[in-house]
């Protein structure tokens, strides 16, 4: 069962450009965390935001969470070649009646910058 | 620090074998879990821990075992491996639970024949 939907599931833009991506759930959350994962590697926390934070940023990444809509976005501005990488988001499996302490991820988002 | 380790790195096995992929994690992080990758799936939890000696089964644990014996060590074995079982996998580590940043090994790309 997957909590999380992140959209769009593929997103190209060029170098310099900002990048958004979304992410819907279902049931309310505690908390909801965005990874990287470049190609054949491991998932890196990025940023966690609580379901009483509205925004928060951390370098070029701009998070925000809408409850009342039950979404979340990712702007990663003057995105760079390096930004390449799949995208995804995390929440707390225990709102979607799964055991606490858990987290669901999305399937993510695949984002390619362009040189 | 090391942080998360995984061995093997890759790894083929034919129908029926067994193996234990390997997790290990130097921060002192109670909450150890194991997931697995497929293409199109995103990520999702087989087993978990949330300290030494307790363990509890995650969305897909049929033919996987765990053990915790100490905070450091989670490993994760395949019973009697069949080709649904071919996938990368993660192990992953936290302080807590999910309230907390999880640490992520490089994974294990495993193949079953």
């Known amino acids: 069962s997957q909590q999380g939907e992140e959209d769009p599931q593929a997103l190209s833009i060029q170098e310099g450009e900002n990048a958004t991506m979304n992410c819907s759930y279902k049931?309310?959350?505690?908390?909801l965390q965005w990874y990287r994962q470049n190609s054949g590697r491991g998932l890196v926390h990025l940023i966690l935001i609580r379901s009483n934070e509205r925004e928060k940023h951390s370098g070029r990444l701009r998070v925000t969470l809408d409850t009342s809509k039950k979404s979340s976005s990712l702007l990663i501005t003057a995105s760079r070649a390096a930004d390449t990488a799949s995208y995804f988001c995390?929440?707390?499996?225990?709102?979607?009646?799964?055991?606490?302490?858990?987290?669901?991820f999305g399937k993510g988002t695949k984002l390619s910058v362009k040189p | 620090n090391a942080g998360v380790t995984q061995t093997p790195k890759f790894q083929v096995l034919k129908t029926g074998q067994s193996m234990t992929l390997q997790c290990a994690q130097d921060m002192n992080h109670e909450y150890m879990s194991w997931y697995r990758q497929d293409p199109g799936m995103g990520l999702r939890l087989i087993h978990y821990s949330v300290g030494a000696g307790i363990t509890d089964q995650g969305e897909v644990p049929n033919g996987y075992n765990v053990s915790r014996s100490t905070t450091e060590d989670f490993p994760l074995r395949l019973l009697s491996a069949a080709p649904s079982q071919t996938s990368v996998y993660f192990c992953?580590?936290?302080?807590?639970?999910?309230?907390?940043?999880?640490?992520f090994g490089p994974g294990t790309r495993l193949t079953v024949t």
């Open positions: 049931t309310s959350i505690n908390n």
């Open positions: 995390a929440t707390d499996a225990e709102a979607y009646g799964g055991s606490q302490g858990n987290l669901i």
């Open positions: 992953a580590s936290s302080w807590t639970s999910s309230l907390s940043e999880q640490y």
